[in-house]
């Protein structure tokens, strides 16, 4: 295991290879193959219901796939015990469709909330982070705001401060536009393109929103029937002959 | 879901729970918010609900023991009646209502809006954090809650005695207490800490296995409190034959 590890860190951060997932009797998932590089933004496209959201799932071990293998670091998750597999969940940042912001807590205390269980820091230096982070998003003026409180781009921001509480190597987002007026669909994107600038995040987005996604996108994916149709870049997508990539990228001008 | 599957999954949850209680780190802040939550918040209509059983009780059984010329033996059956029986289930049933509606609703809730994901994916594990916390406080809880209601309806059923026949409390006690042993008293609060403990685990289980939005919420929050207090009434059937067997008065 050690040794996997160790070879891990020469490999991509993020292996995907022929991943099965059903529900039943709908197939989510029919063979996808993604591999990431260090420092690499990949997007996966497709239309509602085509399991992008259920990739990421799969990604951190929140369901476990039918067949197929994630490498996460050179580990495969697929086998790893719950203690080792929350070891290689610390290393990822996950931001929720709707945020998932804790209720009970403010907004400083959800930022908080990783660091009190998986940190040494002392109080003072947690507050610190915390205050640090969010003032990196924007959000130093809002810290004892309940999520109630605050509006679906400032809970983006929030869940995005709690996902990078534990200075994570890799990063994924699920639909982190959804809901949001242009103007903060735009903010957040900007967001993105900074992380990755400055802490070389590899990072997985989740979405539909094609034309927004070409500001971080280094690649794109488009996945159908729980396939992968395309992977390259968004020139490359504009450039191909294949009609459902033609039909997706119109429909979504 | 058959009956069956349902018993399984619960059980299965009941060991993740259990073993998730044990080993660092303790999560202390968490215990001590549900146990304000879950007994100091009840206490008021706890007592309540004790106070009305004891002034019920004086009031019912005190024109039948006249009738049998028993009149004296009044405060000993109010105390008695509320000790090993009423207080006991009276407490149960309304912390099933209270607390297990909001368990249910909460933990539901925290589940369709991936919250409880959002845990996992931080690498805290929810059968601690949520449930053993929950568990934990309900089982602490319910006997001190218990005891509130027994104090409450002794009070209350002197003070209903006392309007027809003036006595004293200490003599109220006095003739409540006389024949009373430990046998009488320990069981029925102990009886109570099962209580809790199906409170927070039916509670916890059907909200963290919440589906279908919040409809979905409203369904665990509903069938927390008719599963758990389902659970009671059978269980005070059991227990109440147990105690009389391995603690006879």
Known sequence: MAEQAKNGKNQEPLVVGRLHKSFGSQKVL?????????GETVVVLGRSGTGKSVLLKLLVGLQQPDSGSIRIHGQDIGGLGMDQLNEVRKKIGFLFQQAALYDSLTVEQNVEFPLVRHTTLSDAERGKKARDLLASLGMEKDLNKMPSDISGGMQKRV???????????ILLFDEPTSGLDPITAAEIGQLIVKLKKERNLTSVVVTHDVHGAKSFADRMVLLRDGKVVI???FVQLEKSPDPFVVQFLKDAA | MSFFEWFGELGLFCGQVVRAAFGAPWEGRELVRQMDSIGSKSFPLVALAGAATGVVLSLQTRESLTRFGAKAMLPAVIVFSLIKESGPVITGLIVSG???????????S????????AMEVSAVNPYKFLASTRVLACLLMLPLLTLAADASGIFLGWISTT????????????NGLRDATLNDFLPPICKTAVFGLIIGFVSCFQGMRTRGGTEGVGRSATSSVVLSSLFIILADVILVRFIQVVFPS
Do not use: K, Y
């Not at chain 2, 209270?98 to 539901?108: D, S």
């Open chain 2, 110 to 117: 925290m589940r369709v809006t991936e919250q409880i994901d």
């Open chain 2, 98 to 108: 209270r607390v297990g509606a909001g368990i249910g609703a909460e933990l539901g």
């Open chain 2, 163 to 174: 309007l027809s026949h003036p006595m004293t409390l200490r003599l109220f006690l006095h």
């Open chain 1, 159 to 169: 869940g995005l401060a709690r996902a990078l509480a534990l200075d994570p190597d």
């Open chain 1, 30 to 38: 029919n063979g996808v193959d993604l591999s990431v590089a260090r």
């Open chain 1, 231 to 233: 992977d390259g870049t």
